[in-house]
């Protein structure tokens, strides 16, 4: 049997470390897919939708570290993938979207071929950092060599490589070079001048602050050493668990959005070191939020350099590297203001009693959660005001890949993200719990099938109300309360688990939260627990919609 270009794309994935991959056999990929299957290296989850396939793989690239690996086919396959594409790339998720074309007769013609998109690439680019095109068998593994290295390459990011239908049967020579496959990275060492010059400006601070991002992920333990130093910590919300959130010296994910305890505590912080972070507007309320006024910040990224907020020293390196430096430059040089830890707790404690008492009825739903949760356990959410409120905020997260949710603010991840975080943690014996609201879930609920077919650890918590709650608020808030086109008609969905065979359980009152979901953790598989917010009560509004606009009438 000869050796093909799907055969390459196979192996190749394989060599990669790919172990997992999503998406939708079609007339496209086929040859691909049936590499994958007859060398049963690598398991395939057959999604319902490619969007769905899309979050899969994305969140299986946040948890394991790795590529996420979609299938699609071209055309119409390739743009149901879009919106995942959009969010692995806010998210600066490593994914690999491997997608057919046209064969080669055919292609950028316009002559009407099955799902021919001849602005396909174009549409692609526009949410990837890269998309590349397989012109010929011999080109394939330059191809794929080239893009994976961009993918994971900082910032990371989605990549697409197209791949012709006709080109993946045809036969290509084996490269030899897959038996020592070594992925090209590109890390940039900082340059110690860069270094001294931070160090010299942290070293007289007496109240430092660390503000951790994604691009930190892999520097816990560089960080917890300068958290030894006297450092104080807080993270964006991409950024959660790379201290663990009981760690007495960090703020964890009550960075200030939604907590003016925690803005009035930076202005006695004098000096903020920012670490792999966008300091994106949605988390920093349009810029808006008061930071200290001395910030040095440390990205790979040189376009970081005051993108949002201006940096007195810009440190361009790994965070890890970076850190590292610092700490043995400041090592016995640092005077931190001892009353400085005691204040940080004080601020944490007060913002999150504070925003804790504005939840409602909902307000003992965290603690109820967390303790019903292993302490391992992955914490998946939707866009939904729970998701925007206390599950951002208020539930802590112990591990620097153990919180995954749309950065971009879309709904309707939160069922494939937990699916393919599932997916990942389940090897190691993990349980991972995904919140939603039910119009998020609606969006994916064809997923429920995937969820049932892979045997996901997996518990699906969806908070039924039967509207868009955050719109409505925004409408409240900016159009006088007219709620127009927000009431949703919902499936039972107690009877929905029940035709997918998965296990469901009801809470009707806020005290037996905590003690339905530690049932439904137990179970094996998945599980679904629906929370009837009309028992309960609504959901207080989160954030700035829950203030009038500047100039409304009282």
């Not at 899969?56 to 996420?68: K, Q, T």
């Not at 979207?97 to 680019?125: E, F, N, W």
């Not at 610092?326 to 005077?335: A, I, N």
């Not at 518990?459 to 127009?484: K, L, W």
């Given at each position: 049997?000869?050796?093909?270009?799907?055969?390459?794309?196979?192996?190749?994935?394989?060599?990669?470390?790919?172990?997992?991959?999503?998406?939708?056999?079609?007339?496209?990929?086929?040859?691909?897919?049936?590499?994958?299957?007859?060398?049963?290296?690598?398991?395939?989850?057959?999604?319902?939708?490619?969007?769905?396939?899309?979050?899969?793989?994305?969140?299986?690239?946040?948890?394991?570290?790795?590529?996420?690996?979609l299938v699609t086919s071209t055309g119409?396959?390739?743009?149901?993938?879009?919106?995942?594409?959009?969010?692995?790339?806010?998210?600066?998720?490593?994914?690999?979207?491997?997608?057919?074309?046209?064969?080669?007769?055919?292609?950028?013609?316009?002559?009407?071929?099955?799902?021919?998109?001849?602005?396909?690439?174009?549409?692609?680019?526009?949410?990837?950092?890269?998309?590349?095109?397989?012109?010929?068998?011999?080109?394939?593994?330059?191809?794929?060599?080239?893009?994976?290295?961009?993918?994971?390459?900082?910032?990371?990011?989605?990549?697409?490589?197209?791949?012709?239908?006709?080109?993946?049967?045809?036969?290509?020579?084996r490269p030899a070079a897959l038996d020592r496959l070594v992925l090209p990275s590109r890390h940039t060492p900082p340059a110690a001048e860069e270094l001294d010059a931070a160090a010299e400006l942290l070293a007289s601070m007496k109240r430092p602050m660390l503000w951790l991002g994604n691009g930190a992920r892999e520097a816990g333990r560089e960080a917890e050493a300068l958290l030894d130093l006297g450092f104080g910590a807080v993270s964006s919300w991409n950024g959660r668990g790379i201290v663990p959130e009981d760690h007495p010296r960090t703020l964890g994910a009550l960075h200030g959005n939604g907590a003016p305890e925690i803005e009035a505590f930076y202005q006695d912080v004098d000096a903020m070191l920012v670490v792999g972070s966008r300091l994106r507007g949605h988390e920093m309320l349009d810029g808006a939020l008061r930071l200290p006024r001395r910030l040095v910040q440390v990205d790979l990224n040189p376009r970081a350099i005051g993108?949002?907020?201006?940096?007195?020293?810009?440190?361009?390196?790994?965070?890890?590297?970076?850190?590292?430096?610092?700490?043995?430059?400041?090592?016995?040089?640092?005077?931190?203001?001892?009353?400085?830890?005691?204040?940080?707790?004080?601020?944490?404690h007060q913002a999150s009693e504070a925003y804790r008492a504005s939840l409602g009825p909902y307000a003992t739903f965290p603690a109820q959660l967390r303790a019903a949760m292993?302490?391992?356990?992955?914490?998946?959410?939707?866009?939904?005001?729970?998701?925007?409120?206390?599950?951002?905020?208020?539930?802590?997260?112990?591990?620097?890949r153990d919180s995954v949710h749309p950065v971009g603010a879309a709904i309707g991840p939160g069922l494939p993200f937990g699916i393919g975080a599932a997916l990942s943690a389940g090897r190691d014996g993990r349980k991972t719990v995904m919140l939603a609201g039910d119009g998020g879930f609606a969006m994916n609920m064809t997923e429920l099938w995937t969820a049932a077919q892979e045997s996901a650890e997996l518990?699906?918590?969806?908070?039924?109300?039967?509207?868009?709650?955050?719109?409505?608020?925004?409408?409240?808030?900016?159009?006088?309360?007219?709620?127009?086109f927000g009431e949703l008609r919902g499936p039972d969905l107690q009877g929905l688990a029940k035709l997918a065979g998965i296990p469901s359980w009801r809470v009707e009152s806020a005290d037996s939260f905590g003690d339905i979901v530690a049932r439904a953790i137990a179970t094996p598989g998945p599980s679904l627990v629906e929370v009837n917010m009309h028992a309960i009560g609504p959901v207080p509004a989160y954030g700035v919609y829950a203030r009038r606009p500047a100039g409304a009438a009282a």
């Open positions: 049997m000869a050796y093909t270009v799907g055969d390459l794309v196979a192996e190749f994935l394989a060599a990669a470390g790919v172990d997992t991959a999503f998406g939708i056999v079609s007339v496209h990929n086929i040859p691909i897919l049936d590499a994958i299957g007859r060398r049963n290296a690598i398991r395939f989850v057959p999604a319902r939708g490619e969007m769905g396939g899309g979050h899969m793989a994305d969140a299986y690239a946040r948890v394991s570290g790795g590529l996420g690996v119409p396959g390739a743009a149901n993938a879009v919106p995942a594409l959009v969010e692995a790339q806010f998210a600066g998720s490593p994914m690999l979207h491997i997608t057919g074309q046209t064969s080669t007769k055919c292609q950028d013609r316009d002559t009407g071929a099955v799902h021919d998109l001849p602005g396909q690439g174009a549409m692609l680019a526009a949410v990837c950092k890269s998309v590349h095109r397989v012109r010929a068998p011999e080109e394939t593994f330059g191809v794929l060599l080239a893009a994976a290295g961009d993918a994971l390459a900082a910032p990371r990011g989605p990549v697409t490589i197209e791949i012709p239908s006709d080109l993946q049967r045809a036969a290509v020579t993108r949002t907020y201006a940096s007195e020293l810009f440190v361009c390196g790994d965070a890890a590297a970076v850190l590292a430096g610092l700490r043995q430059r400041l090592e016995g040089r640092m005077r931190v203001d001892p009353r400085f830890g005691a204040d940080l707790a004080a601020a944490r292993p302490r391992d356990a992955l914490w998946v959410r939707d866009a939904t005001v729970a998701g925007a409120t206390w599950a951002h905020r208020l539930m802590p997260v112990y591990g620097p518990c699906i918590i969806v908070m039924n109300d039967g509207i868009y709650a955050a719109i409505g608020h925004i409408q409240d808030s900016f159009q006088e309360g007219r709620r127009f």
